[in-house]
């Protein structure tokens, strides 16, 4: 069978196992989708903006499903009291009460569907829904250009930096390189990759010379790693490059960085001399992203 259709049976033998074609999920009175918004609100409350980002929901979608738990006295959505421009949503008491039943059901569920498996199966279920796990959500990844100084983008860079200092020997200063003017939209170009509306990767495009873009601060989440992310956000940024005027492009990194030299590596990248006085880069290296234009 084909991968979409191992997936396509995939996806019908577990909703049909899950109950997530019921009209009452786990017997509680409600669909799986008002079921699950339950869930992600959680015990500390969510945006509205964070639900829908999470859900992948719009807006008329997640109003009529707030709604509905309104209605049923589950949640109240009010005003943030820090950004009237923002609506947070709140469990009520018998909100939280229901969100406890759909967690002992589900651990309920789960461990019914596993009980006849071995412990060796077990183990082997769990590696295999892992991986698929992360394969999936990897390859739903959204891709987009923000300004480098939007809060997903500093959120981003703060995960950079800080796994930086964690690695680096004599760990990491960011000194001056908070800096996002040379990476900002009319100069260069910044992307954030986001799943359930959090970051999960970034890099960033700027000019170095006429002709040359040089991608920095490029970061993959640990948890996300081993599932081409990595290989994905490096060609969308040579495609920025690209689309910015720049036909080659250059990076540098830590020698301790050794996944990001492979990945550099297989990418076709060749190292070249320092071109640059950063001092906490060890290799650098360029490609050429673009074929020579003909001289006119």
């Given amino acids: 069978m084909t991968t979409t259709e191992v997936l396509r049976r995939f996806n019908r033998t577990y909703t049909q196992r899950i109950g997530a074609l019921d009209e009452s999920f786990l017997g509680l009175g409600l669909p799986l989708g008002s079921a699950r918004l339950v869930f992600e609100v959680g ?7 964070d639900l829908r980002a999470r859900l992948g929901r719009d807006s008329g979608q997640l109003a009529r499903q707030l709604r509905r738990l309104e209605d049923d006295g589950l949640v109240l959505v009010a005003p943030d009291v820090e950004d009237r421009r923002r609506r947070t949503v709140r469990l009520t008491a018998k909100g939280r009460a229901f969100r406890r039943r ?41 891709i987009r250009s923000v300004h480098p100084g939007a809060p997903t983008a500093q959120q981003a860079v703060r995960s950079y930096f800080d796994e930086l200092d964690a690695r680096f020997p004599g ?3 960011p000194g001056d ?14 992307v954030v990759a986001t799943s359930d509306g959090e970051p999960v990767a970034c890099g960033g495009v700027q000019a170095i010379g006429p002709g040359v873009g040089e991608i920095k601060r490029m970061w993959v989440h640990p948890g996300w790693r081993g599932a081409g992310l990595g290989s ?36 076709g990248y060749r190292a070249i001399e320092r071109y640059n006085d950063n001092p906490y880069a060890q290799a650098f290296f360029e490609k050429r992203v673009a074929p020579v234009s003909p001289r006119g």
């Fill in 232 to 267: 994905r956000l490096l060609r969308h940024l040579e495609e920025v490059a690209v689309e910015l005027g720049h036909p080659t492009v250059r990076l540098d990194t830590n020698g301790t960085l050794v996944e990001a030299i492979a990945m550099y590596e297989r990418a």
């Fill in 171 to 173: 760990g990491f200063d």
């Fill in 43 to 49: 015990e500390d409350g969510a945006t509205v903006r």
């Fill in 102 to 142: 759909l967690d002992d059901r589900s651990e309920q569920l789960a461990e019914r569907l596993v009980a006849p498996l071995t412990a060796r199966q077990r183990e082997r279920l769990a590696e295999a829904l892992a991986t698929a796990d992360l394969l999936v959500r990897a390859a739903t990844v959204e």
């Fill in 177 to 190: 390189h908070h800096d996002v003017d040379h990476m900002a939209p009319g100069a260069g170009a910044f």
